[in-house]
């Protein structure tokens, strides 16, 4: 087993054989957007410093910013906790969201209470 295998051996993937990868900008750690990969998509993002996720919609790879210009650098690469989630740390160029916006995050507040310690 090389150290990739080992590494990628690490992640919790789901019943698709997906897991979630929150995609961060490396500087800021602004939360930019929220992507999946499969084993396949964490590998090549791993050994080409490119961000490569797995489209649901299209079931097929898309490694970000071909189309658009738009790509993220991989920075680095981390687990969480349980294994079962990536943090992507990247230098996005250009707009991150395919609406065209900074980050996918921006659109509706949900409006929720802000809470105490104590609370």
């Known amino acids: 087993m090389t150290d990739l295998d080992a590494r990628v ?4 993937w789901n ?3 997906l897991a979630p990868v929150i995609v ?3 500087d800021s750690r602004e939360v ?8 396949e ?4 993002t791993l050994t080409s410093g490119r961000a490569t996720y797995w489209s649901r919609s299209r079931q097929e790879y898309w490694r970000k910013g071909d189309t658009s210009g738009h790509i993220q650098v991989v920075h680095g690469a981390r687990l969480d906790c349980d294994g079962d989630a990536i943090l992507l740390s990247v ?8 609406t065209g916006t900074r980050t996918c ?3 509706t507040d949900l409006e929720a209470a802000v809470g105490g310690a104590s609370e």
Not at 32 to 39: C, N, R
Not at 41 to 44: E, K, N, S
Not at 91 to 98: E, I, K, L, N
């Open 15 to 17: 019943s698709d054989g």
């Open 91 to 98: 230098d996005q160029t250009g707009p991150a969201c395919h």
């Open 41 to 44: 998509a964490l590998r090549r």
């Open 9 to 12: 051996a690490q992640v919790a």
């Open 32 to 39: 930019l957007m929220l992507a999946w990969v499969d084993e």
């Open 105 to 107: 995050f921006d659109t």
């Open 24 to 26: 961060q900008q490396y």
